[in-house]
């Protein structure tokens, strides 16, 4: 079924993440920085110099230009990435409905790991909406059927599948990408009435458990469940992005008003940090959720230096590592500088522990971390990619 670009937030690279690459140690906080909080006080900051550097990888590698949604990294720090062949969707002949295939590359030192959407066998159409990383193993977030498909009417999937026939699917590939198949989630979906319902993003615990965000049309609200891994519903986290009430629109609404509603769906995100899962919205104030296997939740506000917002969160196995872009910054344009920075903050209370000060072969954007080591790429020429090393 056609992926709908809007539902998608397709980052490139030297757009809103700028361009990306590496891995860096964190040196000891030798130094403090004022910086003003919004109560208008100003507060003695450490700053925590990290240095990066190029790492050597595959030769043959070609890191993808662009991808979706924010890059993923395993609880080691390899690097995940998410993309889409456009040049293959663009040279699909006339006539023919294209078929968007998702490539995930694990970037591990010297070794990479490809793994293809088209393996995943046993379901005969799907759109894939989301993937997360685990070490055990990379999950991919589904709308899809396991109707074969007919011809093509009203009611229908390009593939000629009833809407009605779809439903929502996580699939499961181990590191080495061996597919190990999909399980069916237990969510009240109809993808025969628009906006009831869309899911859009996905987490795992290490056990297995999941959470997942879901617009839901009958609250005007959205939701976000903690589901056990057999894919049953156990509960719903209360998150601060829950309480904003939404227009998901039908069949007869401006399209708009989907686009706002599945905008504002895109916007919250999940990040692995240790065991834990902290949910979060992408671009505002909100407080962040961080929720526990098996389904405890608490809400932290994070301290927002004055003139900057949240901008998204990085994955980590030890520590909390926070985005700030400024706020008249618009979400597409170019990171800098001048309009983007990253601290350490403490997960006790959302204070602000240390701000990261990037020096060396700087990537900007920061993909993960990892036992001090902070990880991404970046661009280097037309269709070349570098990652880097701090130290």
């Known amino acids: 079924m056609r992926r709908s670009l809007s539902s998608k937030w397709m980052c490139v690279f030297g757009s809103v993440f700028g361009i990306l690459a590496t891995c860096a140690r964190a040196q000891t906080p030798a130094a403090v920085q004022q910086i003003a909080t919004e109560d208008g006080k100003q ?34 720090g390899s690097l995940v990435l998410q993309s889409v062949d456009w040049q293959a969707v663009m040279k699909t002949p006339k006539g023919k409905f294209p078929k968007y295939n998702d490539t995930v590359t694990i970037i591990r030192g010297k070794k990479t790991q490809t793994i293809l959407s088209t393996s995943i066998s046993d379901l005969t159409d799907f759109n894939a909406l989301d993937i997360f990383p685990a070490d055990s193993g990379i999950y991919f977030l589904l709308q899809g059927s396991k109707e074969q498909p007919g011809e093509r009417g009203p009611g229908k999937s390009p593939w000629g599948i009833p809407l009605k026939d779809y439903r929502n699917y996580v699939a499961r590939f181990d590191l080495d990408g061996t597919y190990k198949g999909a399980t069916e ?25 999941m959470l997942v965000s879901e617009s839901d049309p009958e609250t005007s609200t959205l939701k976000v469940l903690y589901l056990n891994s057999s894919g049953q519903v156990v509960k719903q986290i209360e998150a601060p992005a829950s309480r904003k009430t939404m227009d998901w629109g039908d069949a007869s609404s401006n399209p708009v008003v989907r686009r706002a509603a599945s905008t504002f769906l895109a916007s919250v ?15 505002s104030d909100d407080p962040v959720v961080e929720v526990t296997q098996g ?10 230096p004055k003139g900057w917002r949240f901008a998204d969160m990085v994955a980590s196995n030890d520590r909390w590592v926070v985005h700030f872009r400024t706020e008249n910054t618009p979400p597409t344009v170019n990171m800098s500088a001048d309009t983007d920075t990253y601290f350490d903050v403490r997960p006790q209370d959302g204070s602000l522990a240390a701000k990261i000060v990037q020096k060396g072969d700087i990537p900007l954007s920061i993909a993960c971390e990892s036992d001090g080591t902070y990880t991404s790429f970046k661009m280097i020429e037309a269709g070349k990619s570098v990652l880097l090393k701090g130290e």
């Not at 890191?63 to 395993?74: Q, V």
């Not at 025969?192 to 993003?201: A, I, V, W």
């Not at 995100?269 to 065991?275: E, K, L, Q, S, Y």
Request: include cysteine.
């Open 43 to 76: 507060e003695m900051i450490p700053t925590r110099v990290v240095e990066f550097k190029a790492v050597e990888t595959d030769p043959n590698l070609a890191l993808p230009t662009a991808t979706t949604d924010y890059p993923h990294c395993l609880q080691d």
């Open 295 to 304: 389904g405890g939740a608490r809400e932290v506000p994070i301290q927002i």
């Open 185 to 209: 989630l237990g969510v009240a979906c109809d993808l025969s009435r628009p906006g009831s319902c869309e899911l859009r993003h996905l987490a795992v615990f290490p056990s297995g458990d």
């Open 269 to 283: 995100f999940f990040t692995a940090v240790g065991d834990h899962i902290v949910a979060w919205r992408a671009n």
